[in-house]
T-cell receptor, first 107, second 118 residues
Framework: QKEVEQNSGPLSVPEGAIASLNCTYS??????FFWYRQYSGKSPELIMF????GDKEDGRFTAQLNKASQYVSLLIRDSQPSDSATYLC???????FGAGTQVVVTP | GAVVSQHPSWVICKSGTSVKIECRSL??????MFWYRQFPKQSLMLMAT?????????EQGVEKDKFLINHASLTLSTLTVTSAHPEDSSFYIC??????????????FGAGTRLSVL
């Protein structure tokens, strides 16, 4: 079992809709959770980080953390074609990256 | 936001030669730097973690004698691929983190180096 798991996708989302990405982790001691976006051929860029249970919103992005259930999710509202990328979940307690979920936003 | 500069962005070399890649944190001191490798359509693979002034910690399966890492200062880490071979061709990405707890856990990534070994 991988320590950080994500659905590989692709997740196809119509333009303007909400994209929902999930990430589960196995280390209960994990303290910090991050979402990165990676365009093809480029390096990852930080979208959001979250440390406490609940929701954290930043523009069109909302991160949700539930430590009891050991999952963290990312919602992308009003999805745009420019959001098409691979989204990586990262967990720090012991550094781990998920394999990423590919999101494709269709016009 | 914090900026991490990685150089060169791409390099082509002959088999058997060595290649050095630099990673610099431009506006913060990086307590920890990380080196990743990524093959096409695959996920990031952590190669090693380095702390300033100490030896790097390599992940299982990564040859420390082949991938030499030096973290000489709080703003600079280098990765040297020694005696490169075609199978070493990959996308190498560094990241830097200001600290090890709380908000300082954030990793900021360099733009990556695409290595092609002929």
């Amino acid at each position: 079992q991988k320590e950080v798991e994500q659905n590989s996708g692709p997740l196809s989302v119509p333009e303007g809709a909400i994209a929902s990405l999930n990430c589960t982790y196995s280390d209960r001691g994990s303290q910090s959770f991050f979402w990165y976006r990676q365009y093809s051929g480029k390096s990852p860029e930080l979208i959001m980080f979250i440390y406490s249970n609940g929701d954290k919103e930043d523009g069109r992005f909302t991160a949700q953390l539930n430590k009891a259930s050991q999952y963290v999710s990312l919602l992308i509202r009003d999805s745009q074609p420019s959001d098409s990328a691979t989204y990586l979940c990262a967990v720090w307690g012991k550094l781990q990256f998920g394999a990423g979920t590919q999101v494709v936003v269709t016009p | 936001g914090a900026v991490v500069s990685q150089h060169p962005s791409w390099v082509i070399c002959k088999s058997g030669t060595s290649v050095k890649i630099e990673c610099r944190s431009l506006d913060f001191q990086a307590t920890t730097m990380f080196w990743y490798r990524q093959f096409p359509k695959q996920s990031l693979m952590l190669m090693a973690t380095s702390n300033e002034g100490s030896k790097a910690t390599y992940e299982q399966g990564v040859e420390k004698d082949k991938f030499l890492i030096n973290h000489a200062s709080l703003t600079l880490s280098t990765l040297t691929v020694t005696s490169a071979h075609p199978e070493d061709s990959s996308f190498y990405i560094c990241s830097a983190s200001p600290g090890t707890s709380g908000v300082k856990n954030i990793q900021y990534f360099g733009a990556g180096t695409r290595l092609s070994v002929l």
